[in-house]
């Protein structure tokens, strides 16, 4: 899929891609990305199911619906406020789930929102944004796991055992009994930027420099999403694998 937007001021081009992979049965990642309905701009968002169950899915799509319904409907310009109760919104909603299908019952939620008055990235979990610029990837987000902060404080190697069993260990999440809250950031558009928004499926199978071969691809952005869940794909497909691709001019 691929929609043009004129948001934040700039040309924004999306191209969106998603792959259930060779692990789980169906894909429990939820994507969504769209025009905002009462202005310019643009709503995109990944949510992925914890576990691959019905709580799983329930949790994704709740979350996601909850938190477009916010963005949709809110008037003023976007500032943290409204983005931190659109969370806390789907927080309370996905917990609710829970207690009826009383099972595991939560996601992570990534999401870029962006009009003429700026452009905001709200993130809780373990899927990311990457940003391409001038030639350098950057991280945008953090991972909100044991795994991240093992690597950050040198617990264990990146690449043991012991990281790999922490990455399933997420400290904040749609879902959580807690109801945290999201990290949310504000980001300036510059044209030839290129971000990306993408669940673990994507993130943790295919390596830095292949992203940043394929995200500075002279490319559309639907071509540029597939080819980083076929890479996926290429390296094992151990998980569902979603991409939104968003290019700036």
Request: proline share 6%; hydrophobic share 45%; charged share 20%.
């Amino acid at each position: 899929m691929t929609i043009e937007v004129q948001g934040a001021g700039r040309l924004l081009r999306v191209g969106t891609a998603t792959e259930v992979g060779r692990r789980y049965p169906a894909n429990f990642d939820v994507l969504h990305a769209t025009q905002l309905l009462r202005r310019p701009g643009l709503c995109a968002v990944v949510a992925d199911g914890m576990g691959a169950g019905e709580g799983s899915r329930t949790a994704g799509r709740t979350a996601v619906d909850v938190f477009t319904t916010a963005v949709q409907d809110h008037r003023g310009p976007f500032e943290p406020a409204p983005l931190f109760a659109a969370v806390a919104d789907a927080q309370r909603r996905v917990r609710a789930a829970g207690q009826e299908l009383r099972e595991l019952t939560g996601c992570t939620l990534t999401a870029l929102v962006a009009d003429a008055t700026g452009a905001w990235v709200t993130q809780i979990g373990d899927s990311r944004v990457y940003r391409l610029r001038g030639g350098l990837l950057e991280l945008l987000t953090i991972d909100h796991t044991e795994a991240w902060l093992g690597a950050v404080h040198g617990w264990f190697p990146a690449d043991s055992p012991q990281a790999e069993a922490a990455r399933y260990q997420l400290h904040r999440f749609i879902g959580h009994p807690g109801l945290p809250e999201p990290d949310v950031l504000s980001v300036t558009m510059f044209p030839g930027d290129v971000y990306c928004l993408c669940t673990d499926g994507v993130a943790e199978q295919v390596p830095y420099r292949r992203m940043e071969q394929l995200l500075g691809a002279a490319a559309p952005p639907d071509a540029i999403a597939a080819a980083l869940v076929a890479a996926s794909l290429e390296a094992g497909g151990r998980d569902n694998a979603t991409a939104v691709v968003v290019a700036v001019a």
